[in-house]
């Protein structure tokens, strides 16, 4: 054969079976005469037969719709190449997905049928479509069906398993858009039935399935995908047109380039308020440089200072958004507790620190009356993409997974700017806040330092914040009940949020009277002045009085126990518990006590309070307790003294371990039979110097 042959060619195709035949043969028949391939074996040659048959036959099929004149002659042939494929008993993609290319090629070319045409061929593929995902142009076809005849009975009888199938094996909608958005305009169409919203919460239960745990992985993250696609389109238009809008890469990294920006203005100044009064009368909220169009009181007219006692419950936590600051009582504790911590956030390059997610969410003067208003069709997407965020928020499977995705915040600035859009996901967030699991509530925090999460969002002042702070008093109470009633999580609201949380204590709000006791008991404020109206803020209300007292009894157990004399060693008898452990430091003085044996006790890290109150403790003996995480935590950061560790047999892990890098006199550490890994256990060499002895058996770094 000195020429190609071409598939198209061949005549005829068979298979050599009579007698005395040349074995493992297959005769090809063209029209200058006939080839014989011989294979090594009967497997090999089926396989070079039905190859071939399925090349023979598939150009005949692209020969013939290729020229359509017919219609109901092209919708039998169209039938006929899908029963082709299904029967075909090759095991490749290629298979299935060839007869899809030329469907989809046929549509492209013909883009004048008619309705009834669309949904005869949609039926017809069909089958094709159980087991392998539609090509780019199929999905652009199937895109408009559903937007043009969303009621048809094609979209819920033949998309739904399609989309059921995308959501379950799709593994990067990056890759194949055309899925997303064919998803996307699935569930718009299903949103435009009769009783739409309840025929798409049915879907979104489908997909989950009925037990407590979905056995779909992929099926969260693509829905959470097409969730954030959709929104972000509702937003395009305001994103494209703006003037001096920042590109999404900016928005994406957090920072604008303010040289090529036109002076900043507040994001929430965009929501349309009443009068407001004249800009020379408000004070800024934090110690930062105010913007251009709110200078700061000059001298002449300085802000007036309001006892905290003086003031009563009925004072607004939350102002007008058009108003940085309307409560005096905000302007004082925030001036007198940031300029006691002005020195230390000053930093080297004179505040050139990287802007946070409130700070980037500015816009043009130009806009500082203009509300977003959607349009009919985009509120409607809006509606249902949101309505979707707040049922995955409601499966106790899916919540953990939803709230790390939406921890970074993917939205757009313009998102987060709209008082309908922030109200409607304010639902999703108070489900994060009210999960008692650890890894669901901390993604209310930011992804990073340095970087606002959602907690700053929904938090009085933040730009997403509508209400007098109960949101913001439940992420608190959750997140002080965790693991995060610690120094740097309570610094950090004397910082931004002390205002809020003395106005909300005032109140009467428990989590906020508890927060002031530990501020004051910890020692974060350093500034007499807000001390006292911590103070007078807790001595205004009887639960605050209560507490307050406590604090005060506590105190002074404190430092009767801390009062030098008593034992410099201590063991507690096995089988004792926080309580016995309580007991025992609160009879007498232990100011002299250095160390203490806990081994084979039934403490757990609630015991932690009562160790932090040991100044002179230096060696501690945990070995087979119930002493977890938390406790290391509370350990890292009041123990400071502390030389020998021993954590042997406890159940604690690296979230707790990797704390005790800032404990900087440990020389000797046993994490023998703990759930240590190597990568902690390199981490924690790094940062110990004096560590010397250490035991790291029976764990993934022995």
């Known amino acids: 054969m000195e020429t190609s042959l071409s598939y198209s060619s061949i005549e005829d195709l068979q298979l050599l079976s009579w ?27 089926d396989q070079w037969f039905h190859s071939l048959q399925w090349k023979k036959k598939i150009y005949k099929y692209r020969k013939v719709l290729n020229n359509p004149s017919r219609w109901d002659v092209v919708l039998k042939e169209i039938r006929a190449l899908v029963d082709m494929a ?40 069909a089958p094709l479509l159980e087991n392998n995902h539609p ?54 169409a299903l949103n435009e039935l009769n009783a739409g919203m309840e025929v798409v919460k049915k879907f979104v239960h489908s997909m989950h399935g009925p037990t407590g745990q979905c056995p779909h992985p992929r099926v969260l993250p693509n829905l959470v995908a097409v969730c954030l696609a959709a929104i972000y389109s509702c937003y395009e238009e305001f994103i494209n047109s703006r003037d001096n809008s920042p590109s999404l ?94 020195k230390r956030k000053a930093g080297p390059s004179g505040g050139d620190s990287e802007p ?66 922030t109200k409607e996901l304010k639902y999703v967030i108070q489900r994060f806040a009210e999960d008692p699991r650890q890894e669901v509530h901390s993604c209310l925090l930011s992804v990073r330092s340095g970087k606002d999460g959602w907690f700053q969002l929904y938090s009085p002042g933040g730009v997403a914040c509508d209400d007098d702070g109960e949101l913001f008093a439940s992420m608190v109470h959750i997140l002080m009940g965790s693991c995060y009633k610690t120094k740097k999580f309570l610094l950090s609201l004397a910082e931004n949020k002390l205002g809020p949380c003395m106005l909300l204590a005032l109140r009467g709000n428990q989590t906020m009277v508890e927060i002031l006791c530990l501020m004051l008991e910890y020692n974060i404020i350093e500034n007499k002045d807000t ?61 002299n006590l250095e160390n203490l044996s806990l081994a084979f006790t039934n403490v757990t890290s609630a015991c932690a309070e009562q160790l932090i109150k040991l100044p002179s403790l230096k060696q501690l003996n945990l070995w087979s307790t119930q002493f977890g995480d938390a406790g290391l935590r ?69």
Request: charged share 20%; net charge neutral; proline share 11%.
């Open 356 to 421: 946070n997610l409130i700070d980037c969410l500015l816009v043009s003067p130009a806009v500082n009356t203009l509300s977003i208003q959607l349009p009919a069709q985009a509120d409607r997407v809006l509606g249902c993409f949101a309505l979707i965020l707040k049922m995955l928020s409601d499966y106790d499977d899916w919540r953990p997974a939803l709230a790390s995705l939406l921890q970074p915040i993917p939205f757009p600035k313009e998102a987060l700017a709209h008082a309908k859009f």
């Open 634 to 702: 509370l350990l890292s950061e009041h123990l400071g003294c502390l030389q020998v560790l021993n954590l042997c047999e406890t159940p604690v892990t690296d979230a707790g371990l990797l704390a005790l890098s800032s404990m900087k006199s440990l020389c000797s550490l046993n994490m023998n039979s703990t759930k240590l890994t190597a990568d902690t256990y390199e981490d924690l060499k790094a940062k110990l110097p004096n560590l010397k002895d250490v035991d790291v058996r029976y764990t993934e770094a022995w």
């Open 19 to 45: 007698d005395n035949a040349p074995k493992y043969c297959v005769q090809l028949s063209f029209p200058g005469g006939t080839v014989l391939l011989q294979a090594a074996n009967s497997y090999l040659r």
């Open 531 to 591: 001390q006292l109206q911590i103070i007078s803020t807790l001595e205004s209300t009887q639960v605050g009085l209560r507490m307050y007292e406590q604090l005060c009894d506590r105190q002074r157990e404190l430092k009767e126990l801390q009062r030098k004399g008593g034992p410099t060693r201590l063991t507690l008898p096995s089988k004792s518990t926080d309580a016995d452990l309580a007991r025992l430091l609160s009879s007498g003085s232990f100011g």
């Open 86 to 125: 299904l029967t075909s008993p090759l095991q490749d993609e290629s298979i299935h997905q060839a007869p899809l290319h030329i469907i989809s090629t046929l549509l492209a070319e013909n883009s004048n049928l008619s309705t009834q045409d669309h949904e005869n061929i949609i039926v017809a593929i």
């Open 249 to 342: 890469k900016e928005i994406r990294n957090g920072c604008q380039q303010q040289n090529d920006r036109k002076p900043p203005m507040p994001l929430r100044l965009l929501r349309p308020e009443p009068p407001t009064p004249p800009p020379t009368t408000l004070l800024p909220l934090s110690a930062n440089p105010s913007p251009p169009q709110l200078p700061p009181p000059t001298p002449s007219n300085p802000a007036p200072s309001i006892p905290i006692s003086s003031l009563t419950p009925s004072l607004p936590l939350s102002p007008p958004p058009s108003v940085v600051n309307s409560s005096e009582i905000l302007v004082e504790l925030e001036r007198n507790n940031n300029s006691a911590n002005a």
């Open 135 to 188: 090509p780019p142009d199929l999905c652009e076809f199937f895109c408009k069906h559903c937007r043009e005849r969303p009621r048809s009975m094609v979209v819920i009888e033949v998309f739904t398993p399609v989309v059921q199938r995308i959501l379950k094996h799709n593994m990067d909608f990056g890759k194949c858009p055309r899925l997303r958005l064919f998803t996307q305009e699935y569930i718009l």
